[in-house]
Structure formats: structure tokens, C-alpha cells
């Protein structure tokens, strides 16, 4: 399963995106929601971990946890009251981490969502932006009327969290995210900053990369950081020498460039009164204009499923766009909400949107299409299984298994799709009989 989260100042709202082949088309629809009128807050972020969708609220009414385990049907469970606007939520473990403005990292027991449990919080001694977690650590981007910094903050013992590094970055820290032993900072006013938290207790800053706009968000993707970077479009960073990061391309979008999600060779831009922007960025260095799509209202948020580009445009809510062609994207459906959306992200084949005072809705789209192995070939020991049915990005995990009465069906290897067709080795296949299976991994 896939969710789609919209963050705004109106709520939560809940979509399920179609997530079937191109021809098939989405239609989103809705099927339930929380509260269904104005409750007096406004739910500005939002992360989901099984059945559970925890919603930052702001106004004070700090973490609310609903069940969408029946997406017609969604339930608000219980609150957890931080004192403060929650900014940003992450959860993992059991545990929901949340910035919370003045009231720095706190953390919660949601182990039981029906009855969440303030476990404990550290002060990072001024605004809490965002949250990232990996492993025992939160990184929390900060900003006080003194200075801007990165702290590592110990959650192993989540009822005592401690501080154990910071790093003071300048400028104005707004978003976070972690990739390996590094931890990428976008600051509109400093552009790109590269981390090394490798030592939580001494995380160093080892590179920068100004960019000539208004750094609003980066997706990290192998070698390359891709930044969206306000009036000046793309950016692409060459991040495989953290310590020497280095401009290696762009493109001046016609719009101002607010989120960005990359699959494959291409980046997908949203471009506030532009809408949807498709870059293709097979060549760092000359990343090039294919496509776009002008949503009804400014786009803020992308994220991705499959075929579709899930766009967050503010008063237009949810816009939903095929963009299995590149060059012509086209818009499916969409959504029109009472509210703002302004941020969107996918798990699942349900799209979760955060629409402020209108609650929680819930959108059901069509399965994803099940792969078909087409072909099997064997070459020095090495079976290629070649199978179609499937979506570009998405992962898809070969097993095999000797004797099909045992059941015993042992992993090849996962790998995303390239195309509408794909294939995976096993190398280790030798001469005997082997059967094969292939299934979408989410």
C-alpha cells in the first residue's frame, strides 16, 4: 500500500490514488472523513505507520491519531496535547517525534494509538522546523533569534531524549532529511548544506552549495541532491563527494520552484502557477524541460506513484497526473478540497490530505497492476527472468523456489523498474529447476 499526505492549515484529508496502468486512468474518490466540518484547528503535517495516520496540529492541539484501518470508515482515536503548534512528525518504532515550534523534539508513545503517551522531550531552545529519524538519533533543524543549527538529538531511552551534537548551520533551516551518514539541510537563504553525522556526537558540517534562488526543498537521489530552489527552478548538485558538493546543472523553471520528487531520469517539479513541471535529468549537466501540466491553483507539494505525480495546489487540492509519457502529462482527476494543500506524500494506495478545519478524508484508486513474467532465459549459470505490467520507480522483488509444493520461496533481489517492462538476474541459479515469482514491493 501507498499514501498520499497533503499537508495544510485545514486538516487531514485521506485519498487513495489509482495506482493502474496508464490506459485505466485515476479517478479519486471519496470515501470518508474526519471530522466532515470545522473543529477549530488546523492540521499541518502528517505521517502514517501501519493503520494509523498522526496528524501535527497547529493552535496547540499538538498530535492527533486517527485509524484508517477501514478507509471509509477513519476514526479519530485520541490526541496527545503538546503545548505547542507541531511543524513536523515523523514515526517510527512506536514512537511519533514531533518538532514542535517552541517546544523543541517531543516524543510519544503510540504504541497504543488509542491512548497516546507523552514520553518525553528536549528543548532545542528555539523554533523547531522539521524531524528526521534514523536509527537511535532525531535530527531536528532549528531556529532561534540567535542563531540556526542541526541538532542530534539520543532517543534510544524515549522517555529521556538527549541532545548528543549540534551543528550550527546559519541561515534558516526549514526542511531535513537523511541519507546514509549524511544529513541534507535546505536553507532559502544558504542553499544546500551537506552534514556528516557518521559521529552523532560531532556532526560536521563538510559541505555547502549556494544556490542563486530561494532553497525550499531537496530530494536525494544516488550521486545528486535535487533542490527546489524558488524563482530559479532546478538545481542539480553533484553529492557524491560530500565534502566538496558541486553545481553541475539547472533549469530555470517558468514558475517558483517549492517541492521536487525524482524517479529515474526524471525530476518533477512543483512550480507554484506553473503547476507540474517533468525535467529531464538523464544529463546532470543539462538538465532539460519535457512536460508540464498548469494546475487549476499553485502547486506546492509532488510526490509519486507510480505513473502518477500527486500534486498538492493549494486551493485545487489534490491534482492527480498521469505522467507515464513524459512529455505529455495529463491530467487524471483531482480534488478539490475545502481547504489549503500544500504538501503531499505517497505510502500505499490511499492518499492521506492534511486539509485543516475540514478533517480527514479518505480517496480509494485502483490496485497497482500485478507484474507477469514473460520469459526466462539461462546463460554460464545465470537465469534472467523478464517480466512486464509494470511502474516506472516502483520496486519489484523475484523469488525462487525449488520444489513449488514445500512453498519455501527464497529472495533474489528487489529492483525498481525502469519502464513499463523489466528484468532481474539470478546468478546463483546453476543448473537446477527453478521457479520463479515476481510481486510489487511497496
Known sequence: MRFIHVNSSWGLLVLALALAGPAQGADPILIGQWPGGPRGWQAIGVAVDDHYAYVAGSDLSGLQVFDVSNPAHPRWLSDCITGESVFGVAVSGGYAYAACYNAGLQVIDVSNPANPQWMGGYNTSGWAWDVAVSGDYAYVVNKSSTSADLQVINVSDPAHPQRVGRCTTGGWPTGV???????????PYAGLRVIDVSDPANPQQVGTCATSGDAASVAVSGDYAYVADGGKGL???????????????????????????????????????????????????????????????????????????????????????????????????DYVSYGIAHGVAVSGNYAYVADGNWGLAIFNLPSAPRPQITSITHASGTATVYYTNTLPGTNYTLEYCTNLSSGAWQPVGTQPAGGTSASQTDPAAGGAQRYYRVYYQP
Request: glycine share 12%; aromatic share 12%.
Open 235 to 333: 538545481q542539480v548538485i553533484n553529492v557524491s563527494n560530500p565534502s566538496n558538493p558541486q553545481w553541475v546543472g539547472g533549469y530555470a523553471t517558468s514558475g517558483y520552484a517549492e517541492g521536487v520528487a525524482v524517479s529515474g531520469d526524471y525530476a518533477y517539479v512543483a512550480d507554484m502557477w506553473e503547476g507540474l513541471q517533468v525535467i529531464d535529468v538523464s544529463d546532470p549537466a543539462d538538465p532539460q524541460w519535457v512536460g508540464g501540466y498548469v494546475t487549476s491553483e499553485d502547486a506546492y507539494g509532488v510526490a509519486l506513484s507510480g505513473n502518477y505525480a500527486c500534486v498538492a495546489a493549494w486551493h485545487g487540492g489534490l491534482q492527480v497526473i498521469n505522467v507515464s509519457i513524459p512529455d505529455n502529462p495529463q491530467r487524471v482527476d
Open 177 to 187: 532529511a537523511v541519507s546514509g551518514g549524511y544529513v541534507y539541510v535546505a536553507d
